[in-house]
């Protein structure tokens, strides 16, 4: 399972959406000075996307021995966590002034970019085992 690459990149891509449960999107200053943080589980449709995504991508990580399932499912967390990056940007270009969005904002950004990476490597390795198929069908 961890010889290859494209489970390092699915495991990073799941330790990044549960870090998402931690972090705070955005941070707002109010007229008197006080911070008022914004997290991603702060808001219902966020964590229900959140925790679809997690659930997704431990999916992905675990189903190793399926390529082919492995492989949508990735690409299927990847569409979504897009969705969810795209509902982020639109926040971050609709918020107030005095909202200053964190680092965290653009995670999805790159789960997306892990996940197409990963389904890629998948999808290498299901044409070389096919190609080794072929090959031994031949033979005999």
């Not at 966020?46 to 997704?56: F, G, K, Q, S, W």
């Not at 107030?96 to 964190?102: G, H, M, P, T």
């Not at 890629?120 to 198929?133: C, H, P, Q, T």
Request: aromatic residues 14%; proline residues 3%; hydrophobic residues 55%.
């Amino acid at each position: 399972m961890w010889q290859r690459i494209q489970t390092l990149y699915l495991a990073i891509a799941t330790g990044f959406v549960i870090a998402m449960f931690f972090c705070t999107k955005a941070v707002s200053f109010g007229p008197a000075g006080e911070e008022l943080e914004y997290g991603f589980t702060s808001y219902v449709p966020y964590l229900i996307l959140l925790i679809i995504i997690a659930l997704l991508e431990f999916l992905a990580l675990t189903t190793y021995k399926h390529r082919i399932f492995q492989m949508r499912t990735a690409i299927l967390a990847a569409i979504i966590t897009l969705a969810l990056q795209a509902w982020i940007a639109v926040d971050y270009f609709t918020a107030d002034e005095n909202l200053v969005f964190r680092v965290p904002a653009i995670f999805p950004l790159a789960v997306v970019i892990l996940d197409c990476l990963a389904a890629r490597g998948i999808y290498a390795d299901e044409l070389m085992v096919e190609s080794f198929s072929s090959l031994r069908k031949r033979k005999r």
